[in-house]
């Protein structure tokens, strides 16, 4: 699930910081605590072993040895190939967000843009917005494990209703793609969006659509579907170079503070490497699953051409758009551009008259 923390940082109090430092779910606490509590180990242990088991000139070898050690770390710009990773992880994950895939418009240009009250026109809308559930469904079953076992086969996404039997029969008849994948019944991503797509042309030619524009608009969504979730896929084929996730091994070297700072910083980072992990603070998507396909369902069928009548509003005859119960809360410093007040016209028109 999705780690919520705004309201412990909503009134900018002094304890808010503090507030926030104390949680522990989805914290730099609960993802660095084993590594810092084996780091502490470990030093404890080189400490006795220090201490009681060598001699005075071994000692002095071992404190020749961490001295040169201290000096050549400061020759290693961890900050700098941190900092690069992290940036890449973070650009990646905003990527990722922004790519989710919310349905709303695309359902909405469907029950606007088809029009028709008849029973196949209404069948053709409810099936089109479908096809688009289905294809996230396909991309997500592939990239996130905890779609995965929702879903982990055809079967489970007929029985969850956004597959029909005869659809999934004529999904596994491409056996031309399996050569492609080499996975059997995944990868088939574009045949829902193609079979959307079809329909969509198909409504034009019937004229349930009533202008290419308008049919131009509905395929330029479905495209832009297409687009998110090839991005989703890129992200998850593609990974960062496994040479930056593992610099954290040298961070442990300094003290307790370097761990919690370095290793922390790399805990986050990694935490954002893959928002579609089944983490407590990755990206819900099978939340984002079913709320695309019922209020998708529920914009293109029920919502549709069931508009309220007319009115007047409050406001008609008064100008304050503002209610009595809740008075405008006007300041001293109200939102007026610096430059509002400036007067260069007529400043100009009394030189020019002056001349």
Same mark, same amino acid.
């Given at each position: 699930?999705?780690?919520?923390?705004?309201?412990?940082?909503?009134?900018?109090? &002094?304890?808010?910081?503090?507030?926030?430092?104390?949680?522990?779910?989805?914290?730099?606490?609960?993802?660095?605590?084993?590594?810092?509590?084996?780091?502490?180990?470990?030093?404890?242990?080189?400490?006795?072993?220090y201490t009681f088991c060598l001699t005075r000139q071994d000692k002095k070898a071992f404190r020749k040895v961490s001295l040169k050690m201290n000096e050549k770390m400061s020759y290693i710009p961890l900050e700098f190939i941190l900092g690069f990773f992290v940036s890449a992880v973070a650009k990646r994950w905003s990527d990722v967000v922004r790519n989710m895939g919310y349905l709303d418009d695309a359902a909405i240009y469907v029950g606007n843009i088809i029009s028709g009250v008849d029973e196949e026109t209404r069948k053709l809308r409810r099936t089109i917005i479908r096809y688009l559930c289905l294809t996230q469904v396909l991309v997500f079953r592939d990239i996130c494990e905890n779609v995965r076992k929702r879903f982990p086969n055809y079967?489970?996404?007929?029985?969850?209703?956004?597959?029909? &039997?005869?659809?999934?029969?004529?999904?596994?008849? +491409?056996?031309?793609?399996?050569?492609?994948?080499?996975?059997?019944?995944?990868?088939? +991503?574009?045949?829902?969006?193609?079979?959307?797509?079809?329909?969509?042309?198909?409504?034009?030619?019937?004229?349930?659509?009533?202008?290419?524009?308008?049919?131009?608009?509905?395929?330029?969504?479905?495209?832009?579907?297409?687009?998110?979730?090839?991005?989703?896929?890129?992200?998850?084929?593609?990974?960062?170079?496994?040479?930056?996730?593992?610099?954290?091994?040298?961070?442990?070297?300094?003290?307790?503070?370097?761990?919690?700072? +370095?290793?922390?910083?790399?805990?986050?980072?990694?935490?954002?490497?893959? #928002?579609?992990?089944?983490?407590?603070?990755?990206?819900?998507?099978?939340?984002?699953?079913?709320?695309?396909?019922?209020?998708?369902?529920?914009?293109?069928? !029920?919502?549709?051409?069931?508009?309220?009548?007319?009115?007047?509003?409050?406001?008609?005859?008064?100008?304050?758009?503002?209610?009595?119960? !809740? #008075? &405008?809360?006007?300041?001293?410093? #109200?939102?007026?551009?610096?430059?509002?007040?400036?007067?260069?016209?007529?400043?100009?028109?009394?030189?020019?008259?002056?001349?």
């Amino acid at each position: 699930m999705t780690i919520q923390y705004k309201h412990l940082v909503s009134t900018a109090s &002094p304890s808010d910081a503090f507030n926030l430092m104390c949680q522990w779910k989805g914290s730099v606490w609960k993802a660095i605590w084993r590594g810092l509590v084996l780091w502490i180990i470990l030093y404890e242990a080189i400490s006795l072993f220090y201490t009681f088991c060598l001699t005075r000139q071994d000692k002095k070898a071992f404190r020749k040895v961490s001295l040169k050690m201290n000096e050549k770390m400061s020759y290693i710009p961890l900050e700098f190939i941190l900092g690069f990773f992290v940036s890449a992880v973070a650009k990646r994950w905003s990527d990722v967000v922004r790519n989710m895939g919310y349905l709303d418009d695309a359902a909405i240009y469907v029950g606007n843009i088809i029009s028709g009250v008849d029973e196949e026109t209404r069948k053709l809308r409810r099936t089109i917005i479908r096809y688009l559930c289905l294809t996230q469904v396909l991309v997500f079953r592939d990239i996130c494990e905890n779609v995965r076992k929702r879903f982990p086969n055809y079967d489970s996404v007929v029985k969850a209703g956004f597959l029909l &039997p005869e659809e999934k029969d004529k999904l596994m008849s +491409y056996s031309s793609l399996d050569k492609i994948t080499s996975l059997g019944d995944e990868g088939k +991503y574009c045949i829902p969006l193609n079979w959307a797509f079809q329909y969509a042309i198909q409504a034009r030619r019937d004229g349930k659509i009533v202008t290419d524009m308008w049919c131009t608009r509905l395929t330029e969504e479905i495209k832009k579907l297409q687009n998110s979730m090839q991005t989703l896929c890129n992200y998850d084929w593609v990974k960062i170079p496994l040479a930056y996730p593992q610099l954290h091994v040298a961070f442990p070297l300094i003290t307790v503070l370097q761990y919690i700072f +370095y290793v922390g910083w790399m805990k986050v980072a990694a935490g954002l490497l893959n #928002p579609l992990d089944e983490r407590e603070d990755c990206l819900e998507t099978n939340f984002l699953i079913d709320r695309n396909f019922s209020t998708s369902l529920f914009i293109v069928d !029920n919502a549709r051409d069931d508009l309220p009548e007319l009115k007047k509003d409050e406001f008609w005859e008064n100008d304050l758009h503002y209610s009595q119960v !809740n #008075p &405008p809360l006007i300041t001293d410093r #109200p939102l007026v551009g610096s430059a509002a007040h400036a007067r260069y016209l007529l400043t100009l028109i009394k030189v020019l008259n002056l001349q």
